[in-house]
Each structure stands twice: as structure tokens, then as C-alpha cells.
């Protein structure tokens, strides 16, 4: 999840000019970290509270490894979302 913030914060870095850079382009920057970071913080904590009660399911009854990791999947998916919003952002700022 963190080379997520990592592949966002390049592509800002990129943009980023000492002049020219107007108000529109930096909102444009902080929604999309915005974007990424939260929807990452989300995803941590639903692989968080899926991997513990997923580790103690499976301790129990062996047959939920793949429910619990097909649940870990779709919460991935989730901060997966948040970097393709970001870039949507990243790029929707006037500076190129």
C-alpha cells in the first residue's frame, strides 16, 4: 500500500514548478494525495481486521483460506481505486 503514495507523490513532484504553478494546480496535487492516502489508510484497516479475524478463522476451520484471501484481495482493492483516482487528479492540474 505504500508504494501507492510513493507513485503519487513522483508524479506531483513532477509537475511541481517554482513559478507558474497556480492555486488550481496545488488543490488539484492535495486531493489527489488526499485520494491516495486516505483510500490506502482504509485499506490497511480492512486488511488489518480481515487478516486478524481471518488468521484465528483459519486456526479453526482450514477451508476459510481462500474466502479470507479473496477478502483481502477486495479490500486491496480498495486503495487500488484511490491510486487511480490520484492520477486522475495528478493529471487534471494545468501545469505539464
Given at each position: 500500500?505504500?508504494?501507492?503514495?510513493?507513485?503519487?507523490?513522483?508524479?506531483?513532484?513532477?509537475?511541481?514548478?517554482?513559478?507558474?504553478?497556480?492555486?488550481?494546480?496545488?488543490y488539484a496535487h492535495l486531493a489527489s494525495?488526499?485520494?491516495?492516502?486516505?483510500?490506502?489508510?482504509?485499506?490497511?484497516?480492512?486488511?488489518?481486521?480481515?487478516?486478524?479475524?481471518?488468521?484465528?478463522?483459519?486456526?479453526?476451520?482450514?477451508?476459510l483460506f481462500v474466502g479470507m484471501?479473496?477478502?483481502?484481495?477486495?479490500?486491496?482493492?480498495?486503495?487500488?481505486?484511490?491510486?487511480?483516482?490520484?492520477?486522475?487528479?495528478?493529471?487534471?492540474?494545468?501545469?505539464?
Amino acid at each position: 500500500l505504500g508504494i501507492y503514495g510513493f507513485i503519487i507523490s513522483v508524479l506531483i513532484a513532477q509537475k511541481v514548478a517554482p513559478e507558474g504553478y497556480k492555486m488550481f494546480d496545488g488543490y488539484a496535487h492535495l486531493a489527489s494525495g488526499l485520494a491516495c492516502g486516505l483510500s490506502g489508510l482504509s485499506a490497511g484497516m480492512a486488511i488489518g481486521v480481515v487478516g486478524d479475524s481471518g488468521v484465528r478463522a483459519n486456526a479453526q476451520q482450514p477451508k476459510l483460506f481462500v474466502g479470507m484471501i479473496l477478502i483481502l484481495i477486495f479490500a486491496e482493492a480498495l486503495a487500488l481505486y484511490g491510486l487511480i483516482v490520484g492520477i486522475i487528479l495528478s493529471g487534471k492540474s494545468s501545469t505539464q
